[in-house]
């Protein structure tokens, strides 16, 4: 196996491209409790529109997150259950384009790796069990639209994007999901869940190469044919809506900001980008900026307010909110601040320490196994190794942060997602 | 391997230090305890936040900001907990373990100076807190009393264990009431803050890298400010053994478009401190605190009532919390499915899978928590709270030892307090 060492940040990743084409990387913890194994495909909920073998198909929004349900069914029973019973916490998780199933356990790690590895390899649904599933996601949609955190940030989403998938609900609703049946999830699990777009990440008292051994031995031996995905046209850099407002049952007004920025292609400038993007809003409207201290004196943002760079395919974005009793004020004080900022610069002094504290918090964060496993995948996804940010982080310029405010936080680019309380009180 | 060492600092002070080097970063807490009632509630809670605002020396969150950055990206968080009936407020600090800074500087001594100018050595203004910081906080809690609604999950077991224990101290909400908030002054809120320095009980709590010794100096020094008081005395929890002779029922109305169902039972008395804790938390293990449990089984996955149907212990009051999220229609039918369940557990229908599978399950939780400092700090202050030593590793053992005639026991004490369902206005 390949051996990987990243002494700045105390890691250490083997990794391993097996015959069937799936990468495999382990970090060894021989000082831990627990083992964490992630088992991930390139296919998320904005994966609608995709070709396998020659054919396009369109599938209803909500079915990269059914199919993660119905994955779980086996030929025995629920391999839920089935790790549950060997002591493991397992889950799994839809997102916009990754679907990830995971386990945590103390005991039979080996054991429950195979589980793993099985019931996501192997599709197992029929037309009767995929409609009882409809009772479960429907309350599960349900649970969402009654979650205003929820609700703000899809609705910044849908104010974002005119056209690009990402807009969508990745549960979807309940009208889309009645369209889904046994069918198109074996097909969506042909196209997407071949070894060879998928990734295993592994973290905690194991052997490296007795996780290639154990994937070897449960996977199909030899790579099949990829889908090709279609999010449509490229989206241009304005706004689809500068404002979108919902009233729901909450106490105070909930926000999200966003900031519509320019995708970059896969690699290491994308996740370059995103460290410029996480370091803009620290100078922009962090915890330790000038602007934050200010919002918060004057009681415009409390301690719910937060903030981060995302990026999947073919779009990036900035996103800033919490509860506020005037969201429009925060986005024209924001607007002022990246005026001032490019009038007068970030101070000298401010950047030095908002990067001593970024970088801080990002080798804090390594202690999750999660951050670890679940960060490596996107980060090989997006053609990268995830540990590589301690080395790009130092190279970073106060300039090129700078210059991602003035092209981002602009007027044509923000979008701004509001709930309000029910007829102005609860 | 971690060692475990737990040492008075001062007398009521204690602290409890984890030495490890698997982890990054270096974990801190001081906590205060105080019982928890109506009156004080709101202004415990307060003290916190505005402490968090100021101190003598670095006056404002500019520049608390500033020097967390220092100390490379550190993070200091005012937390407000709820053990028993016990209010615990302090600060939880993370930093990055001093064996990852890029000039090899040591952060413990100087964390530990941040923390305890935080709690001991505050902005004031005239010899109280400052107004503005007073005010923008209290502005602050009102919003997260009232913001309590805004997650419908959340809000159904809260409105059912404060309707429950309406006349316990345990119905008391951390946070305390908006009445009691409202009328808080700097004046009064300083001398609250006098009374909490003198009379509650300190717990401290490191995990990391330095030695015991070295984070008792550091400690030592960074708490030295805290008054020499011989009246620190751990907060006591009252018991209610038995429920109500017939279940209240109680349904709210909101708009909202998934109802929620809170059912509360009382243990019979069984709590942290009884020898039958172990099959009480088995049972509910069994019952509904795992995704092999009854309720996840058969209440959402064969009978598709709803996403989530989960129970809960509070183990120092002695109560059981049911809490689901389902269709407005199907409350009654969720309702008598969650109760039949019990009634089987009560009567020992557990089968080996169910048993083994929950007990594997929560040892596998318990032994996961010394892999997560935030977790491991939860537990010491849980325990610390129930004045209890019993380590995690001793707690396994315990459940390793459970029978299933012990958790039908442990069931058949459990008895229906309260029934809440939250529903749609329209409904």
Redesign the interface.
Known sequence: MEKLEFPR??ERMYHQKLENGLNVFVFP?P????GYAFFATNYGGMDMRFCLDGQWHDTPAGVAHYLEHKMFDTKDG?A??QL???????NAFTGNAITGYYF????KFEENLKILLSFVSTPYFTQESVD??????G??I??Y?????WEVYINLMAALYKTHPVRENVAGSVESISHITADTLYACHKAFYDPANMVLCVAGRVEPEQVCALAREILPKTPGPIAQKDYGQREQPRVFRELTEKE?????P?FQLGYKGDPVQGGEERMRQELVGELALEALLG??S?L??KL??Q?LI???FSYGYESFPGCAFLCAGG?SKDPEAVRLAVAEEAARIGREGIDGKLWQ??K??????K??A??SFETLCVGQAQAFFAGTDYLRFADLFTAITKEEAEALIADWIVRERTALSIVRP?GGV? | MSQITRRELFPGVWLRAVH??????AYLSVTLLTPLAEETAGQNALIP?VLRRGTAVHP???SL??A????????IEPVVRKKGETQCLGFIA???DD??T?GGEPILESAAALLGELLLNPYTQDGAFCP?YTQ?EK??LL??I??Q?????VYAVHRLTSLMCGEEAFGVDKLGDEDHVRVVTPVSLWARYQQLLHTAAVEVYYCGSASPERVEAALRAALERLPVSGEREMPECQVRLHAETEPRVIEEA?????GKLAIGLRTGGVTCWEEEYPALVMCNAVFGG???SKLF?NV??KL?????ASSMLEKMKGLMLVSS???FEKYKTARDEILAQLQAVRRGEIAD?EL??A???L???H??T????GRQEEFWLGQAAAGLDTTVEELCAQFEAVTREQVAQAARKLEVDTIYFLKGKEA
């Open positions: 940040v105390g913890k000082e831990y409790q627990k629920n839920l259950q549950a019973a060997n002591g493991a916490s397992p945590e356990s103390t005991e009882k599933e409809q009772g479960i996601i309350q599960e349900r649970m639209e009654d979650d205003p955190d729901m049952a909450v106490s105070t909930m915890n330790s000038p934050y201290a918060y004196r009681g409390n301690q719910s509860e320490r908002l001593k504290g970024l970088y801080g918090n080798v804090r390594l202690n029910m609860v | 490890t080097e698997k982890f990054k970063s936040w404002d969150m500019e900001s500033a967390l950055d220092e100390l490379y990206g550190g993070a993370s930093f990055l064996a990852y890029l503005d923008g502005d602050n919003d997260r009232r913001g609604v805004n997650d419908k999950r909101m708009d909202v478009t998934q795992t995704t092999l089984l959402r996955e598709s009532l709803c996403y989530y999220g389902v269709e899978w083994e599978g007990r594997r399950t040892i596998g939780g032994l996961a010394l892999d997560d400092q």
